[in-house]
């Protein structure tokens, strides 16, 4: 599967943006899907994950009431919505999916996207 994210960008400490990842290639819905990020020297950790039928969602502590990750199986499409943004929030975010059910290892991963740019600014 062939997975594309966009929505980065430069938003103020406080917003909002939401992040979109549009899958192609493969049936979208076999697939778990997942956020991670990675900050500049740090390792990429994981952000959220939705289950196949969108029933189920997983969260990082840190993003917890503040992030959505949803899933249009229709469009093919996952979204993370953030709100809250914070300066520690500035990372690429980056789309993966998931053909098992482990979500919160990126080793646990099939297919990953390019990643996309999010600043928090101060």
């Known amino acids: 599967v062939q997975l594309q994210a966009s929505g980065g960008g430069l938003v103020q400490a406080g917003g909002p943006l939401r992040l979109s990842c549009a899958a192609s290639?493969?049936?979208?819905?076999?697939?778990?899907m997942g956020w991670f990020r990675q900050a500049p020297g740090k390792k990429r950790e994981f952000v959220a994950a939705i289950s196949r039928g969108a029933g189920t969602a997983y969260y990082a502590d840190s993003v917890k009431g503040r992030f959505t990750i949803s899933r249009d199986n229709a469009k093919n499409t996952v979204y993370l919505q953030m709100n809250s943004l914070k300066s520690e929030d500035t990372a690429v975010y980056s789309c993966a999916a998931n053909y098992g059910n482990r979500y919160r290892d990126d080793n646990d991963y099939d297919y990953w996207g390019r990643g996309t740019l999010v600043t928090v600014s101060s």
């Open positions: 290639g493969r049936t979208f819905s076999n697939y778990l």
